[in-house]
């Protein structure tokens, strides 16, 4: 399935760099209805802490937290997520309250209007772009103080960044040409500044992972 070639991923890019990553994670856009109970019962919670569960429906895609590895035992199982095994993308309004989200989706290339997109549309407009590469690149090169247009901190979690030493957050993504509103995101936490000329060496690795995992992605095999 999906989550297990998703882990195995990260593991092998963790241990590779394990002297400059802090963390190492890999999410995958699910409808809420197809996720395993685990995670729905985590998303809902969350949704209702956030007061968005009315916005809830079958079809909302999450951002599911698919493969995770890092420098506390805890980070190394997703399922010990605290806030982050599943973010429910309800609506464009609501992910634009989160800044690291809306950041990452809008530098992956992918905008926010796909989430209140239906899936005919979406997956119409996915496979016109057939000919393009639909992978794409985020940074937020200083972690500490990079702030978006409405002068919110694109990193909230500056305690994390503080005691892990994070300098720069980086990852790469994009959509599949399959299944329901798909999209696809890594994110790195790096000790180390990088540049957007060293990210575009290192964007190459996401696409045998896409590649490989399309025809489990078409059979519904995502979660083990």
């Known amino acids: 399935n999906v989550e297990q070639v998703a882990q195995k991923f990260i593991d092998v890019i963790y241990d590779e760099f394990e002297e400059?990553?802090?963390?190492?994670?890999?999410?995958?856009?699910?409808?809420?209805?197809?996720?395993?109970?685990?995670?729905?019962?985590?998303?809902?919670n969350l949704a209702r802490q956030?007061?968005?569960e009315s916005e809830l429906t079958s079809t909302t895609p999450v951002l599911s937290l698919l493969g995770t590895r890092g420098n506390e035992p805890e980070?190394?199982?997703?399922?010990?997520?605290?806030?982050?095994?599943?973010?429910?993308?309800?609506?464009?309004?609501?992910?634009d309250t989160i800044p690291m989200v809306s950041r990452l989706l809008n530098q992956l290339g992918l905008g926010l209007d796909w989430i209140s997109m239906p899936n005919k549309k979406f997956s119409m407009q996915t496979q016109s772009q057939t000919q393009l590469d639909l992978t794409g690149t985020f940074l937020v090169q200083d972690a500490k103080n990079d702030?978006?247009?409405?002068?919110?901190?694109?990193?909230?979690?500056?305690?994390?960044?503080a005691d892990y030493k994070v300098k720069t957050v980086f990852g790469f993504g994009g959509r599949y040409l399959v299944g329901k509103k798909s999209v696809l995101a890594?994110?790195?936490?790096?000790?180390?500044?990088?540049?957007?000329?060293?990210?575009?060496?290192?964007?190459?690795i996401i696409k045998?992972?896409?590649?490989?995992?399309?025809?489990?992605?078409?059979?519904?095999k995502v979660f083990g």
């Open 186 to 204: 890594t994110i790195f936490f790096s000790k180390e500044t990088l540049t957007i000329e060293t990210l575009k060496k290192l964007s190459p």
């Open 147 to 161: 702030r978006d247009a409405q002068n919110r901190r694109i990193i909230p979690m500056q305690d994390f960044v």
């Open 20 to 44: 400059s990553l802090a963390l190492a994670r890999l999410f995958l856009s699910v409808p809420y209805d197809d996720l395993p109970t685990f995670n729905r019962n985590f998303v809902t």
């Open 50 to 52: 956030l007061n968005i």
């Open 75 to 95: 980070w190394n199982d997703r399922r010990q997520s605290q806030g982050h095994l599943g973010i429910p993308l309800v609506s464009p309004e609501f992910v």
């Open 208 to 220: 045998p992972f896409k590649v490989s995992t399309m025809r489990l992605f078409k059979k519904d």
